[in-house]
């Protein structure tokens, strides 16, 4: 090959790298950055449930062990509008998804109880209250209660006539609070009935408040909405 001509072939060769390299430069400006997904953290709702009762409902309801969701259960032995009020305050404070007011009729006069109920769903809480006590719903677990009266002084006795004899213990007069034992047995199997006793109850308080005008709840003994919040928190089971 002349001279003349290899000069001119590396003249060539030289201009297409250049011409290569600013077409990778161009491409490389209009191509989409790709950026490494940063993971988000999911939070999880919060339920906040105000509770009448210092150890019975708290206590049975941290029982719940829940996945998509988190619970918060108190007890500051407020009852019925002051309750309410609480419950107000403390929503005011934090962040909830749902609030809910767990209390009892138990011998308040009956305006403050049907007060109660209106103010909470006033403000969109939920309402899980008794007619006359917590204990009412528990009951329901064992025996099928057709929503006639029953004093709450028969409460602990007949739980315990059906706890007893199950290895467990709920202690009414002293720390009211329902132990890991006496859960499991209110979430077990109804032996007769081969279904769980928790869907039993919510079945049984279901039926008997629907039988009710719910026009003074004060004068509607015995029920119970319980049932309500416990479906709810069902759902994140």
């Known amino acids: 090959m002349k001279m003349k001509d290899k000069n001119a072939a590396q003249i060539e060769a030289k201009q297409k790298h250049i011409a290569e390299l600013a077409a990778a430069k161009a491409r490389r400006r209009t191509e989409p950055i790709l950026e490494r997904t940063v993971p988000t ?8 449930i105000v509770c009448e009762g210092k150890n019975t409902e708290p206590s049975y309801f941290r029982k719940f062990k829940l996945t998509s969701a988190t619970i918060k259960a108190i007890g500051n032995g407020y009852n019925t509008t002051s309750l309410v009020n ?52 528990l009951i329901l677990h064992f025996e ?33 609070t329902i ?19 928790i869907d039993l109850a919510i079945s049984r308080a279901k039926r008997n408040y629907n039988l009710l005008t719910h026009a003074s709840p004060a004068t509607e003994e015995s029920s119970t909405t319980v049932f309500k919040l416990v479906e709810e928190i069902l759902k994140f089971i």
């Open 41 to 48: 953290k999911i939070e999880k709702p919060t339920i906040l």
């Open 86 to 137: 609480h419950a107000i305050t403390l929503n005011q404070q934090g962040t909830y998804d749902q609030v809910w007011c767990v209390f009892d009729k138990d011998q308040f006069p009956a305006n403050d109880f049907n007060n109660a109920i209106t103010i909470a769903a006033a403000n969109n809480f939920g309402v899980a209250y008794s007619n006359q006590a917590f204990e009412y719903w």
């Open 144 to 176: 099928d209660h057709q929503g006639g009266g029953m004093h709450r002084d028969e409460y602990d006795e007949t739980i315990n006539d059906y706890i007893n004899p199950l290895g467990s213990t709920y202690d009414g007069e002293g720390n009211k």
């Open 179 to 197: 132990t890991d034992d006496f859960f499991e047995i209110l979430i077990g199997i109804d032996t007769a009935t081969n279904r769980p006793r």
